[in-house]
Nanobody
């Protein structure tokens, strides 16, 4: 069973930045596609960003393009999400996700989820 643990959430002012990190453990070879989702209060969970094992192919939701950057360090088995120019609409619980297939992950039904980390942007 792959385990994912997020860190780095917190409270930030609008226009500020945060960096989230997701550490994976267990048989991670079975879940090399990684990504981030978020869920705001009263809303459905939505895709934020994802990348391949090599990190050379990345995908972003339109709402975060140009502001967020996803990256990974395979030696450390971590995936980070650098979030810049944050605004109140970015307030949500952010979840790390992993799956064998990137298409499955992006569809919103990955095999593995982290427990989530809260990001709150104050205006």
């Amino acid at each position: 069973q792959v385990q994912l643990v997020e860190s780095g959430g917190g409270l930030v002012q609008a226009g500020g930045s945060l960096r989230l990190s997701c550490a994976a453990s267990g048989p991670t070879f079975s879940a090399n596609a990684r990504g981030w989702f978020r869920q705001a209060p009263g809303k459905e969970r939505e895709f934020v960003a994802a990348l391949t094992w090599s990190g050379d192919v990345t995908y972003y939701a339109d709402s975060v393009k140009g502001r967020f950057t996803i990256s990974r360090d395979n030696a450390k088995n971590t995936v980070d999400l650098q979030m810049n120019s944050l605004n109140s609409e970015d307030t949500a619980t952010y979840y790390c996700a992993a799956d064998r297939w990137l298409t499955t992950l992006r569809s919103g039904v990955p095999d593995y989820w982290g427990q989530g980390t809260q990001v709150t942007v104050s205006s």
